[in-house]
């Protein structure tokens, strides 16, 4: 049963499932290809490593720069973990979403239904390397979780959820937010998102 959220202000929200998650990701990647390529293509460049023709760019060129590139390997991949890393992190804290959930009317929010503050996106980036260590479990933890949260939502306590129209996120009172609770399409409470 897909899960929803329901903040105090009464709006609701559908959380995103596994694979439509899955396709955002493959959009982001699909974004981020020429500026890794371009990035790692710059470090071999600079390390004396030889500039591959344009028909050998690729995945297939990035595994052999890591495999035998000696020292240029390790710096390229670190150069393209940075940049995946700072494209999640400021797109979630600017924006609440990057342009793959973007084209696919998805974003993240915090339990209050708002986009997640600096220090959650810095959190969920953190949360993210976390959940690629032991081939990917964490990722594919979205698939079985009830509330379709991965490692990297649970540790910054954030959401992935269906957009349903242009709207904007809830307005939060002058007593203070409360928080969101999940519940599945019958409305039994799931859990608190956060501790009362």
């Not at 890591?66 to 940075?82: I, Q, R, W």
């Not at 924006?95 to 969920?124: C, E, H, M, N």
């Not at 949260?149 to 957009?163: C, I, K, N, P, S």
């Amino acid at each position: 049963m897909p899960a929803t959220q329901e903040p105090a202000t009464g709006e609701r929200y559908r959380v995103a499932g596994f694979w439509r998650r899955a396709v955002a990701t493959g959009v982001d990647g699909l974004v981020l290809l020429p500026v890794l390529l371009l990035a790692t293509s710059a470090i071999a460049a600079v390390g004396g490593h030889p500039l591959p023709r344009a028909g050998e760019l690729g995945l297939g060129y990035v595994v052999n720069l890591a495999l035998n590139g000696g020292a240029v390997g390790p710096a390229a991949l670190g150069m393209d973990a940075l940049v995946i890393g700072l494209y999640s992190f400021i797109f979630h804290a600017l924006r609440g979403q990057t342009p793959g959930k973007r084209l696919l009317r998805l974003r993240v929010i915090d339990p209050f239904g708002v986009r997640p503050s600096p220090g959650r996106a810095l959190l969920r980036t953190a949360g993210s390397l976390l959940s690629l260590l032991g081939c990917s479990l964490g990722f594919l933890w979205v698939g079985f979780d009830r509330e379709k949260r991965g490692l990297h939502d649970w540790l910054a306590g954030t959401y992935v959820v269906r957009e349903v129209g242009r709207r904007p996120a809830p307005v939060l009172g002058a007593a203070g937010p409360t928080p969101a609770r999940a519940t599945v399409a019958d409305q039994a409470p799931v859990s608190s998102m956060m501790p009362p």
